[in-house]
């Protein structure tokens, strides 16, 4: 009998898709930078049918944008009515996502919660000009929203938070308001926690709505 064997290999649209995304992040492509298929083909040596799927996946996550008879470019900044829209759409998933989590703490959840808070304290000192050191804070900060999101056992609430994932990135990668109140920002992401490890859901909830409120005035300051 001939078993077939499942290959391992990643498809070439994947792995163009991670190249680019990786880009983006590491801020190697700016905001609306275009994004020529024909010149990405030969900067990439590969042919361009990957790179279309590729470009038309990260036009969902907000990153990338494509226009009639001028093709893909990255994403330009977003304004300042965009930026208050964000943070409202967040305002209304997140206090109760933190309630939710609240109703159902566990120890492992509260210390991996803990691990962020951390994470993030350790990061204030360096993210207003590092790079490196202001990445690392988004993502301390995204893993703390995550954690929260999943423990909530509500995954209707956690997809329409992650829905907002290209345009948080979006915020964060092209434009410098994102770096803003780092330090007000770890000091509402520890109140969080406390309320949450004194099994206090509606306390809770509560701080994460004026962490959200906060965050949306810094920005917008």
Same mark, same amino acid.
């Given at each position: 009998?001939? %078993?077939?064997?499942?290959?391992?290999?990643?498809?070439?649209?994947?792995?163009?898709?991670? /190249?680019?995304?990786? $880009?983006?992040?590491?801020?190697?492509?700016?905001?609306?930078?275009?994004? !020529? +298929?024909?010149?990405?083909?030969?900067?990439?040596? /590969?042919? $361009?049918?990957?790179?279309?799927?590729?470009?038309?996946?990260?036009?969902?996550?907000?990153?990338?944008?494509?226009?009639?008879?001028?093709?893909?470019?990255?994403?330009?900044? #977003?304004?300042?009515?965009?930026?208050?829209?964000?943070?409202?759409?967040?305002? /209304? +998933?997140?206090?109760?996502?933190?309630?939710?989590?609240?109703?159902?703490?566990?120890?492992?959840? #509260?210390?991996?919660?803990?691990?962020?808070?951390?994470?993030?304290?350790?990061?204030?000192?360096?993210?207003?000009?590092?790079?490196?050191?202001?990445?690392?804070?988004?993502?301390?900060? *995204?893993?703390?929203?995550?954690?929260?999101?999943?423990?909530? *056992? !509500?995954?209707?609430?956690?997809?329409?938070?992650?829905?907002? *994932?290209?345009?948080?990135? &979006?915020?964060?990668?092209? %434009?410098?308001?994102?770096?803003?109140? /780092?330090?007000?920002?770890?000091?509402?992401?520890?109140? +969080?926690?406390?309320?949450?490890?004194? &099994?206090?859901?509606?306390?809770?909830?509560?701080?994460?709505?004026?962490? +959200?409120?906060?965050?949306? #005035?810094?920005?917008?300051?």
């Amino acid at each position: 009998m001939v %078993t077939s064997r499942r290959s391992t290999r990643e498809p070439v649209a994947d792995r163009m898709y991670g /190249v680019l995304l990786q $880009q983006l992040l590491d801020g190697r492509r700016t905001a609306g930078e275009p994004l !020529n +298929i024909g010149a990405l083909s030969r900067e990439l040596e /590969v042919s $361009q049918t990957p790179l279309r799927e590729a470009l038309a996946r990260l036009e969902h996550t907000g990153l990338v944008r494509r226009e009639a008879l001028k093709g893909y470019q990255v994403a330009d900044a #977003l304004t300042d009515r965009e930026v208050a829209k964000l943070m409202e759409a967040r305002m /209304v +998933i997140e206090p109760e996502l933190a309630l939710q989590a609240g109703l159902r703490t566990t120890p492992e959840f #509260l210390d991996e919660l803990r691990a962020t808070v951390d994470d993030l304290d350790a990061t204030v000192p360096h993210a207003d000009e590092d790079p490196e050191g202001f990445r690392h804070y988004w993502t301390s900060d *995204d893993a703390f929203h995550r954690l929260i999101a999943a423990q909530s *056992d !509500n995954p209707f609430l956690e997809q329409a938070l992650h829905s907002l *994932d290209g345009q948080m990135q &979006r915020f964060r990668l092209f %434009t410098k308001r994102g770096r803003t109140g /780092v330090g007000d920002a770890a000091r509402e992401h520890r109140l +969080i926690l406390d309320a949450l490890l004194a &099994r206090d859901a509606e306390r809770a909830a509560a701080l994460m709505k004026g962490h +959200i409120e906060g965050a949306k #005035l810094r920005v917008l300051a």
